[in-house]
Nanobody
Framework: VRLVESGGGSVQAGGSLRLSCATS????????MGWFRQAPGKEREGVAF???????SYADSVKGRFTISKDNAKKILYLQMNSLKPEDTAMYYC???????????????????WGQGTQVTVSY
C-alpha cells in the first residue's frame, strides 16, 4: 500500500488549495479514507473522512470550507480547501484502511496506511 500526497503550498488567507492523495497497491473503492493534519506543537487531528459508500464527515473547524472526495477510477483522494485561514497551517496527511466496516477517525488512526504528508501554509 502506498499513498502519496501533493498539492500543498503557501497561500494567503481566503485562498484555496486542492490536495491530492494518489494510492497504489490496494482496492481503494471499498475503503475508509481520510485526511488528517498536524501543526507544530499540536496533536494530529482528523480533518475529514469518506466511507466506501461516499458518506463524508468533517471536523467542525473545516465544515463548509473543505470538501473531501475521491475518484475511484483514478484511485485518488482529494481535499478541496477553500476560505483558508492561518489556523489551517499544518502538515496534511492522507490515510486509508481497506475493507468494509464503519469508517471513522479512530479506525484510520488505528489501522490506516499513511502518506508522507504535504505542507499547507496560510499567511495573513
Amino acid at each position: 500500500v502506498r499513498l502519496v500526497e501533493s498539492g500543498g503550498g503557501s497561500v494567503q488567507a481566503g485562498g484555496s488549495l486542492r490536495l491530492s492523495c494518489a494510492t497504489s497497491g490496494y482496492p481503494f473503492s471499498g475503503d475508509c479514507m481520510g485526511w488528517f493534519r498536524q501543526a507544530p506543537g499540536k496533536e494530529r487531528e482528523g480533518v475529514a473522512f469518506i466511507s466506501s459508500s461516499s458518506s463524508t464527515s468533517y471536523a467542525d473547524s473545516v465544515k463548509g470550507r473543505f470538501t473531501i472526495s475521491k475518484d475511484n477510477a483514478k484511485k485518488i483522494l482529494y481535499l478541496q480547501m477553500n476560505s483558508l485561514k492561518p489556523e489551517d497551517t499544518a502538515m496534511y496527511y492522507c490515510a486509508a484502511d481497506p475493507g468494509p466496516g464503519y469508517c471513522s477517525y479512530a479506525r484510520l488512526t488505528k489501522r490506516a496506511a499513511w502518506g508522507q504528508g504535504t505542507q499547507v501554509t496560510v499567511s495573513y
